[in-house]
């Protein structure tokens, strides 16, 4: 049977995809970002995931005004990165898992979470940048990717404690699917940034580091968190940490922290990033 | 019964709800159509004629033409879709962020370097 085996949290900031694009992750604004990530593409390069399962948002890229959904779950075969305004990031095209995506799909539907599917769409800097910074540069993407989409763009995005209450549906779904998969789960964005406004760039430090804290030691505590309270503490973008509890949701109430790594600033946004082990699945602690 | 809005009394921020949403319809899908190569280069051939193909207010129009971005804001954009303005213009997501702080764009760098800005009177109105 497939199996999730660990989770993975980060930021997804577009200027990180610009820098490693550009061949820029040495100098000295950068360098301290990436030395973060070393140790997450040694340890990806042993897990060896077959499967992610990527919760991200889409930045009104794929999704527009006439049309976006809540939740929304990758199907198709492929998705092609973007051009979010100055042409596609040169990294593979994402390769999905169509088998198991749509096993999810109706699994976590008659579950009682009403899921969009999606055949074709672009993906923006919200999943590829994750990507470069777990597995690099490579030719292609050494597994398949399901995207999975929230909307955090258009006020109300879903609670913390749906997002929670999902992954934990998704986790019932990828565990009964017939086929024995690694499988990852990713939450991205966040973490304290604001990109609008007068009130622009606020880094909330303090506030970020509980929620690390939290979000490994007291999830369902951290689920009950009302929106308020993110957009206030953590900056009107800070909101997309809510995915980060659609993967916590999905791992064990008891979880090994692998890796834990905070970073200010990546442009105008603070960088969060934990590499989670699900108990049941680590043979020697 | 008008919705709550908890929101409304954080500071310099405005959160993108139904009555932005609806405030900012064409002004956002505008944006969402420089995701096209083709249709960029018009808008950068003859920025005035493209704008007037959407049925956008005289004041979001004038907000593009001046890239005054806490300006299109008020008028409904959203920052995600703003982007696709200041991306073809080949700015970054710092330069236009600092550009509605009234920082200049050295001035803004040096306060993210630093830590960025704090939430220390800066979480509820009238505290600062």
New interface residues.
Partial sequence: MARITAGVATSHV??IG?AIDQGMTGTDYWAPLFRGYEFSKQWIAKSKPDVVFLVYND???AF???LFPTFALGCGEEFKP??????PRPVPIVKGHPDLAWHITQSVIQDDFDLTVINEMDVDHGLTVPLSLMFGQPEAWPCRIIPFAVNV????PPSGQRCYNLGKAIRRAIESFDEDLNVHIWGTGGM?H??????????????DNAFLDQIVANPRGLAAKPH?EY???A???GIELVMWLIMRGALDDEVVQRHRFYH??A??T?VGHLILENSSQVEEI | MAPDKPYSDIPGTTIFDAQQARLGYHLNQFCMSLMNAADRARFAADERAYLDEWPMTEEQKQAVLDRDYNRMISHGGNIYFLAKIFLSDGQTFEQAAASMTGLKREEYRQMMLSGGRSPEGNLHKGES
């Avoid at chain 1, 973007?82 to 042409?87: F, L, S």
């Avoid at chain 1, 763009?153 to 109300?156: L, Q, T």
């Avoid at chain 1, 604001?194 to 506030?207: D, T």
């Fill in positions: 577009p200027a610009a930045h009104a890229t527009g005004l006439d973007a051009d979010e305004g100055w042409g763009v258009v006020y109300p304290s604001q990109l609008q406004g007068p009130r622009a760039g606020l880094i909330n430090k303090e506030w308020l957009v206030r503490e900056g009107s973008e200010v600033p442009s105008n603070a």
